[in-house]
């Protein structure tokens, strides 16, 4: 057998609760009406009014404000004893109290009904600005590789077009389209896994080996910039212990900020400087430029959604890196140049050495 909530229908219910609601509201009724005028029992109404204001809705709760008023009147009519200026007094304090309290409930109903409206509002804008946060990130990080396609896709053409082809030449392009397009279809997977909150798929690797393969995919850029590339990687370090992918994700990123950051600099002037260094357990990446540097006290703010110095930037790349680098266990800084550029750096866990084979 059912309890007896469960196997009641909504109809019965709902005639129950305003059963109740009749026995109360009868209840008060008859102690107004058989005490005396001194006696305010009237104001109980207000305590129907507010249990009762969840399920009746709009029209209900005024409905039970005018039948409370009306009986609280009847009652000072039919009342038999007591000072009657008191019961004046009394019966107004009564109804006053049942049309404020009648009042401050619909008041209430009628605010948690705006916020759940808010709410519900707030969560479809969260889905529609996370599809838009991760769309614009997808974009943003797979430019590099589509770029990296293109321009080996236009060396295959004029390998190609010479006489005779250049075959070797040709086929080296197309393998680097086909390892650029490798790198944008796990570019997307690992966005895809960050926005939803997945771990890095973390492994050991040689550090150095993966920066080096991220300054050659950047090397057409960074000779079409006319940009002079000097390289300081600290020998013996420990292995990486990181998402290879997004650690590289992260380095091309820094690397294309300090070339993008060096376009206004006269090409005789254009240095970047790319090194590694160990630091208490960690592995250090530099990437310094010598453009114009940032502004003094936004340090912190290169790093946050959408805020960006650049005029056509949209603001998401220095923010993903940011969350690539501390998703991997290390942390991401800009430092001021003496001179002119900025210097950006970001660590990442390296392999202890009792975890070595």
Not at 158 to 172: E, S, Y
Request: hydrophobic share 50%; net charge neutral; aromatic share 6%.
């Amino acid at each position: 057998m059912q309890p007896f909530g469960r196997s009641t229908s909504p109809r019965i219910r709902l005639l129950l609760k305003f059963a109740l609601i009749a026995l109360a509201t009868a209840v008060i009724f008859v102690a107004d009406t058989g005490t005396r005028y001194e006696v305010a029992a009237a104001v109980f109404y207000a305590v129907v009014i507010l249990t009762t204001a969840r399920f009746l809705g709009r029209r209900g709760l005024l409905a039970l404000c005018a039948v409370c008023i009306a009986m609280t009147a009847l009652s000072f009519g039919l009342t038999p004893h007591g000072d009657l200026r008191s019961g004046l007094i009394n019966t107004g304090i009564s109804i006053a109290a049942i049309i404020l309290t009648t009042y401050l409930v619909l008041k209430m109903e009628a605010a948690r009904a705006a916020a759940h409206t808010a709410q519900a509002r707030l969560m479809r804008i969260a889905r529609v600005q996370g599809l838009e946060s991760l769309t614009t990130s997808i974009a943003h990080e797979v430019n590099q590789p589509l770029a990296a396609i293109v321009a080996s896709g236009n060396a295959g053409q004029r390998w190609l077009a010479q006489d005779p082809p250049n075959l070797d030449k040709a086929r080296q392009a197309f393998e680097r389209i086909l390892g650029d397009a490798g790198r944008a279809s796990n570019i997307i997977a690992r966005v895809r896994s960050l926005t939803r909150g997945e771990p890095p798929d973390t492994s050991e690797f040689d550090f150095n080996q993966a920066m080096r393969e991220v300054l050659e995919l950047s090397r057409a850029e960074i000779e079409r910039n006319d940009i002079v590339l000097a390289t300081d990687f600290a020998e013996g370090l420990a292995p990486a212990l990181a998402d290879r992918v997004q650690i590289q994700q992260v380095a091309g990123n820094l690397v294309l900020n300090a070339i993008e950051a060096m376009a206004a600099v006269p090409a005789r002037n254009r240095l970047l400087r790319v090194g590694s260094a160990a630091a208490d357990g960690a592995i250090v990446l530099s990437v310094a430029d010598s453009g114009a540097g940032i502004p003094p006290g936004l340090h912190e703010h290169i790093f946050e959604a959408f805020w960006t110095t650049k005029e056509e930037g949209i603001g998401v790349g220095l923010s993903i890196s940011r969350s690539i680098v501390e998703a991997n266990g290390g942390q991401i800084w800009a430092e001021p140049d003496a001179g002119a550029g900025a210097t950006l750096r970001f660590s990442v866990p390296a392999l202890a050495r009792e975890q070595r084979p």
